[in-house]
């Protein structure tokens, strides 16, 4: 297992050890221990699965108060994952990262607490899996504009399908500061 960093802090890549034959392939895609010795110390409360069409964008979303550190997988197909840092006085606020993660190289996305996180499908579809680090709050649900100028997100597709929810979410500048996420430690 190996992690590899971005330029935001904490945001880093896993990219598993994976063992195969002809028969398939095995790896490990989460281990406490290891994981723990990459720096990462996650406590799973709670996984969730998607499975999403070609061109379908979901995100920029975060929970706050209650926030939420995720570890990104694809089981099927390949997305674009991007992460941006919204806490208050932290030095790359409404800066992004993005990975591409797919089924075909196992890689694995950690994003802390206090980044907003989204996603967008490249393949026909993707099953996409997430473990959380707390449990989903609808009254912490939150979102960022996945277009936001400020932010200027580079996304491989122009014209993404959106849910309601995520056409109409503010842009971060809009976001009152009591409703972002603050830097700790």
Not at 19 to 32: C, K, L, M, T, V
Not at 135 to 143: N, P
Request: aromatic share 10%; proline share 6%.
């Amino acid at each position: 297992m190996r992690r590899v960093d971005t330029d935001l802090p904490g945001v880093c890549m896993i990219e598993p050890a994976v063992h195969g034959d002809s028969r398939g392939y095995f790896y490990e895609s989460f281990h406490a221990g290891k994981f723990a010795d990459l720096g990462i110390d996650l406590a799973i409360v709670q996984t969730n699965v998607s499975r999403s069409a070609q061109g379908v964008l979901r995100g920029l979303h975060y929970q706050w108060p209650h926030p939420q550190a995720k570890l990104i997988s694809v089981l099927e197909g390949e997305v674009y994952d991007v992460a941006v840092d919204i806490r208050r006085g932290s030095p790359t606020f409404g800066r992004w990262t993005a990975a591409v993660l797919s089924a075909d190289n196992k890689r694995h996305f950690w994003i802390p607490e206090g980044y907003a996180h989204g996603f967008c499908v490249l393949s026909e579809h993707a099953t996409f899996m997430y473990h959380c680090s707390a449990l989903y709050d609808r009254a912490a649900d939150a979102a960022v504009r996945w277009n936001d100028g400020d932010i200027a997100i580079d996304w491989p597709i122009s014209a993404p399908l959106l849910s309601d929810k995520d056409a109409r979410a503010p842009f971060l500048a809009d976001i009152p500061p009591e409703r972002l996420p603050e830097v700790r430690g």
